[in-house]
């Protein structure tokens, strides 16, 4: 099976349309930040939207830290800088923030997105919890 999905999305426009289905399509929140060290949004998916209140287009450039607030637990976050700093995946919950200032439990995994063995981007697979 996963040999006839390859064949029919062979190619880098195949990858391509078929990610961008599933982001922006999918029920769970994606966000996708670069590998930069602010790890700034590239994108986001209509989920991130329900989630959180903000535009998709609004946080392109920003720091997902716009969810954070007071009641954000700083060790989750440190375990998070964590991961990124070793190049490993992360999983978490903790308490952000919507647009309009509503806390929330965001339950949150971090994968690195490779092309080999560099690190190209993270995607945040987030929801509710």
């Known amino acids: 099976m996963a040999g006839s999905l390859m064949k029919v999305m062979s190619g880098a426009d195949g990858s391509l349309a078929l990610l961008q289905v599933l982001a922006d ?16 949004i590239i994108y986001a998916n209509k989920a991130f939207k329900k989630l959180t209140g903000y535009d998709p287009v609004s946080v392109i450039g920003k720091s997902p830290r716009i969810l954070q607030g007071p009641g954000t637990n700083s060790k989750v976050i440190a375990r998070l800088a964590s991961a990124l700093r070793s190049r490993g995946k992360f999983k978490g919950k903790a308490v952000n923030y919507k647009k309009d200032g509503t806390p929330f439990i965001m339950d949150w995994r971090v994968l690195p997105i490779k092309v080999g063995k560099k690190i190209v981007a993270w995607v945040a697979i987030q929801r509710e919890g």
Do not use: C, E, G, R
Request: proline share 0%.
């Open 25 to 40: 399509h999918s029920f769970d929140s994606v966000l996708i930040t670069d590998a930069s060290t602010d790890s700034n």
